[in-house]
Structure formats: structure tokens, C-alpha cells
């Protein structure tokens, strides 16, 4: 068995009737280079030949009773590709906002808790004969990182795609532990916390002086710090979210963004930014809400170690960084997004990524679950201003074409979460000499998300011309 850790845990307890905590992945596949017709059965063999490397699909969730401590993993012993993998078909013309509210519906519906948490949809029916998967899997088993990692295995730069070698020995499934044994655990987990809290404090308090020391902060710095104005401006999207969701995706030549990164002499993260924060700014002007503040978007950001890379889990941490949408120039925009992202990283690197970490181990998970579905029934995101606006995600891919279980990959666009107080999440993915934009939101908030791909098109050659 595997314990999650605390970070994972939160992933589970932040899910409601309006909020899941999967991400999600959709990759468009050109059928034409593989050898048998890309269907469900097609995937569903290729994925059991993989199955074997993929532990997280092979997991499935044990509570602790009464919730005295975080959950564990189990391979679960009924493992049924038959349920996990599914077809179906888009009605013609397969266009892509047929595709797009088809996955929006899929990414809105929870998965079951009773199986391993992922499931797997092949979509056919789309227009020049292409086919799309989209993979739902839990955010409490993945991060982005990991969740790269899984893809990794399930993709071949051959086209012939041969099937790994098989186990060395017969893997057999892990019995389930009874609630005797997993009552036993857990209050072995809670006498362990005394001793593991103190080292923590420590930590803390070590860690906030170097930080200090290291950002060149004395008592007159942190005063300013304290009086300064908090938070995020609220906006339109920054409440209690509804229970749909919607979803568009596009793209842009990675080429361009380098070629803007180059003239300016920054990073192509930076680009990146500030093609967000003037797609905001149109969006804001267009929904007359532009406030006079910069718009705040917490970027996620892995501190998962090259001897990590194979694990599975959650090693992320968190900055928060201005975008700069007061700004009316896409130069100035640009330059003020890097100089802000700098910043961000020198206060981030300041203190030790495993703090956050090793607090979220500490709170029992039936707490937390009160608290999280008390600050939902109460509608919190409607009344407390957002430390955030959004969440703006970038993920490195391969340069290399790939291959999925024969078919050339074209495309690969990421789905991710919303939460109250966020109701618009921009996660984009690089492949080849393109970047994958998907864009996460509700009907309710953000009924023109369509508009927003538009726009980031718009800005990077806005900023282009600059």
C-alpha cells in the first residue's frame, strides 16, 4: 500500500456536487499511420499490453475509518478495462465545438471513487476522419508532471509502437486491508505527528530568516510588506462556480512565441504570460470589468526531482505572479510580466518547496473535509476576495513526433480543474513546433471562453509586431 500525502489529499476533499478533482487530457490522432482502426478495443488492448508500467491506473482508493488519517492506495484486484476505456462518436460534422462540449460534459461528470480513479474515452467521428482520447485521471494520484509521465509510456516515437516487454514475474493484486488494519494504521499515523510537527516549526522558522536575509528584507521591508494592499481583484468569475463546465482549445507556433522571445530577450514563459494577460485585458474591456490593478494568476510549478521523475503523486508547489492587464501596451505588458515572473521565482526559490508539503500532512482528512464542504455550502468564493484570479499552467513537451498505438499524434490540449473563487484555468502543453492551449471555465462565468483562444492568437501577434 501507498499513503497519499497531504497535497493529494486536497485533491479529494476540494471535490463537491460543482467541484471534481481530475485533470484531464485530450490528444488528436491521425489514424492514417496505424495499422488497425483506432477505436475502443484498439486502445483498450494497447493499454493492457502497458498496464503494467502504469501503477496509477492500477490504484484504487482505501479511506481510513472515520477519516483519522489520509487515505492509502491499493492495486485493486478487479481491474476492468472493460470499464475504464470507452468508446463513442460525435454526430457529423465532428466539428471542434462538437468536440469541445463533448469533453466538457465528460470532464464535469466524477469519477467513481469505488474504482481506480481514471477512465478513458475514444472519440471518433471528428472532421478529416481524426480521432481524439480523452483520459480523466485524479488529481490526487498525478501532477501534471507525473501525469507527463504516464502519457510517456502510453506514446512511442515508432510507429510500429511494439508492446513493452512483459513483467518479470506474475504481478498479483494486493489483498485489501480490513478496517481493523487500516483503523490501526491510521493511529499509528497520528502518534507519529508530535515529533514530525516540531521538526516542522523549526523548519519554518530557519526557513523565514534566510528568506528574509536572502530578498534583503529588513523590518522597514516587512512592514511595507504587511501595510501594502492584498489580494486579487474580484472579478465576474471569481465565485461560486455551477456544475458545468466548458472547454475551448487552439494553438500556436512555438517558432512564433521563440521568435518574440528572442526579440525581447526573455523567456518563452514570459511570452507566454503576457499573451494571457492581454487576452484577459480584451476579455475584461469587452465584459467592462478591466480593473485598475493587475489580475493575479497562480502558476503551479514542479519541485518533483530528476530521481522523482518515475513517481507517481503530487510534487508541486505554487507562485503568484501579476499579469499585468493595466497595462495597454503589449511591450510594456511583456516586459512587466517578466520582470513580475523574476520576482516571483527569487521569492519562491527563498523558501524551501517542501514546507508547503509537509503542513498539508498534518490536518486529519475528516477535518478537512468538513471545513472544505462548510466553506462550500456557505459559498465562501462569494464573499472573501480571491488570493488569485486564475491559474496559468505551462507544460514542456516533446519536440519529436509521437505515436499512439500506431496513430500520429497531432495535437495534444489539456483539460484541468476549476474551484470556487477560479472559474477560469489556462493550462497550455508544447508539442513539436506548436503550443496546445485548453481553457477551462463555466457556461455561467465565462459563457465566451471561445473568445479568449481568439485573443491570445490576437496578442502574440500584437506582439510580434512590437
Known sequence: MRQLTGV????????????????????????????????????????????????????????????????????????????????????????????????????????????????????????????????????????????????????????????????????????????????????????????QAARLWLDTVKAGIKMASELGFGVGEWKKVLRSPGGAPRLSFNTTLGAQRNWAFGSVALSDVKKVKDAHGCTLNDVVMAMCAGALRRWLLDHDELPDKPLLAMVPVSIRKAEQAANAGNQVSAMVSPLATNLADPAARLQAVSEAMVAAKEQHAALPAHLLQDFSQFAAPAAAQLVADTAANLRWADRVAPPFNLVVSNVPGPRESLYYAGALLEANYPVSIISDGMGLNITLQSYRDRIDFGLVGTPELVPDIWNLITFLRDELELLQSA
Open 8 to 195: 493529494d489529499t486536497t485533491f479529494l476533499h476540494m471535490e463537491n456536487a460543482r467541484t471534481y478533482g481530475h485533470v484531464n487530457g485530450v490528444v488528436v490522432l491521425d489514424p492514417s499511420t496505424a495499422d488497425r482502426p483506432i477505436n475502443a478495443d484498439t486502445i483498450r488492448d494497447y493499454v493492457a499490453d502497458r498496464i503494467h508500467l502504469l501503477e496509477p491506473l492500477r490504484w484504487r482508493l482505501v479511506e481510513v475509518p472515520l477519516g483519522i488519517d489520509r487515505p492509502y492506495w491499493v492495486d485493486d484486484p478487479d481491474l476492468d478495462l472493460n470499464f475504464h476505456v470507452r468508446g463513442i462518436a460525435l454526430p457529423a460534422p465532428g466539428s471542434d465545438r462538437q468536440l469541445a462540449d463533448q469533453v466538457a460534459r465528460l470532464a464535469a461528470r466524477h469519477l467513481d471513487r469505488s474504482k481506480p480513479l481514471w477512465e478513458l474515452y475514444v472519440i471518433e467521428g471528428l472532421e478529416g476522419g481524426k480521432v481524439a482520447v480523452m483520459t480523466k485521471l485524479h488529481h490526487a494520484a498525478v501532477d501534471g508532471k507525473a501525469g507527463m509521465q504516464i502519457m510517456s509510456t502510453l506514446l512511442s516515437t515508432d510507429p510500429a509502437c511494439p508492446p513493452p516487454a512483459p513483467p518479470a514475474k506474475e504481478t498479483t493484486a494486493e489483498k485489501d486491508p480490513t478496517p481493523v488494519e487500516m483503523w490501526g494504521r491510521g493511529w499509528l499515523g497520528l502518534m507519529s505527528r508530535p515529533e
